[in-house]
């Protein structure tokens, strides 16, 4: 062969082979982009889903991209898609942007803002730091429900130390008077010492219940359960306390076996707070339980008095912890303001619902709808209505 075509030979070949490489260079470069644009948008899908606002800066603190959360926790409609990017401040408050430029921006920080918006002033904790490329990421989150979080429970923590300190302070002083007193005078401050204890027992009680119903950590045990026998346990705890005001307690399971897939504990609970919160405050007449079986619902209890019926502006609040709608009368009767704060929690965790219907003068009653078993909850569960 002559040498300018072996030469030729060799050019094409060597131009084959480049034109093979950068085939292949192409290939895996189109393949490497095609991941990162599905990656990219695997984040700003997840971003999307965050309740937490998301936002990316460029270096020139222009949005590069925010997730819905940002633009409603900043009260602006979604940055728009233009090249370049908008700068912060134009998009978002400019009080906002203003108070990113404090601090070294190479550096994570966190703080708490004040916003302006039109729903009025928004509490914001921001964290900010250094993102790749020279960007800077923004994390924003609502501080409204861990304020209110907190408010509730300083109040609740309020609360408990006020009832506690009620028969403590009635116990110190009994105890005083008795260091003081004669053989004939002692037994009926004994008798107050020891009802307050009661009192104080109570409550610490249902206090721990309380405690326990509303702690996310605690898992109920259910198993099946006869219902009957639930009833029974209720019947024979509470017969004494109906006879003693002259009450009839009519208690009715139908069908007589029926079964429930539940947590003991915490069906006896719902059941006896029902019933000893009806004993509590009936003067005459009955307390009547009646659980049953109801098609579409599962199981439904229902306990009714004949007392005084429940005023239409406290209804609503008689689920509140510690909330009394005759405080004199709960405290004589040696009720906490506790009992239907736990029912409503253990129906909830138990996967039914809680209703309430009175009048005044006529009495009133609670039904509680529960699943036949918590695997399948009722639509609204945890939620109260009230007629």
């Known amino acids: 062969m002559p040498p300018e075509f072996a030469l030729l030979a060799a050019a094409l070949a060597a131009a084959v082979v480049l034109w093979l490489r950068e085939r292949r260079l192409r290939r895996r470069v189109a393949r490497e982009l095609r991941e990162m644009e599905a990656r990219r948008a695997a984040y700003r899908n997840t971003a999307e889903h965050l309740s937490e606002g998301v936002i990316l800066l460029d270096s020139r603190d222009r949005v590069v991209f925010a997730n819905a959360a940002a633009s409603g926790l900043l ?7 233009s090249d370049p990017p908008p700068a912060l401040g134009a998009w978002a408050n400019p009080s906002f942007a203003a108070s990113l430029r404090y601090g070294n921006p190479e550096e994570t920080q966190r703080r708490v803002v004040e916003l302006e918006g039109k729903g009025g ?6 964290t900010s730091g250094p993102a790749e490329g020279g960007k800077r990421f923004l994390l924003l989150r609502d501080l409204r429900g861990a304020v209110a979080v907190d408010l509730k429970r300083r109040d609740f923590v309020a609360n408990a130390s006020h009832e ?22 002692a037994a009926p401050l004994l008798q107050r010492a020891q009802r307050n204890a009661q009192s104080l027992s109570a409550l610490t009680r249902d206090l721990l219940g309380l405690a326990k119903a509303e702690d996310p950590g605690w898992r109920p045990a259910p198993r099946g359960l006869k219902v009957a026998e639930a009833v029974a346990r209720v019947e024979e705890r509470l017969r004494e306390k109906a006879a003693a005001k ?48 109801e098609g579409g619902v599962g199981v439904a209890i229902e306990v009714e008095d004949t007392g005084p019926g429940i005023d239409p502006e406290i209804l609503p609040r008689i689920f509140e912890r510690f909330f009394r709608g005759d405080p004199a009368h709960s405290r004589a009767s040696g009720g906490t303001g506790l009992g239907l704060a736990i029912v409503r929690n253990l129906v909830g965790r138990m996967g039914g619902r809680i209703a309430v219907r009175s009048r005044p003068g006529e009495g009133a009653l609670f039904r509680v709808e529960l699943p036949f078993s918590p695997a399948k909850p009722l639509p609204g569960a945890g939620q109260a209505s009230f007629s």
């Open 121 to 126: 002033p928004r509490t914001v904790e921001l």
């Open 164 to 185: 506690l300190q009620t028969p403590i302070a009635a116990l110190i002083g009994l105890l005083d008077l008795l260091e003081d007193s004669d053989p004939a005078t």
């Open 75 to 81: 009260d602006v409609p979604p940055p728009p898609s």
């Open 246 to 293: 002259g009450l009839a307690l009519v208690v009715r399971v139908t069908p007589p076996e029926l079964e429930i897939v539940a947590d003991r504990g915490s069906l006896d609970t719902v059941l006896a707070n029902l019933v000893d919160n009806a004993i509590s405050y009936t003067e005459r007449g009955r307390v009547e339980l009646r659980v049953s079986s």
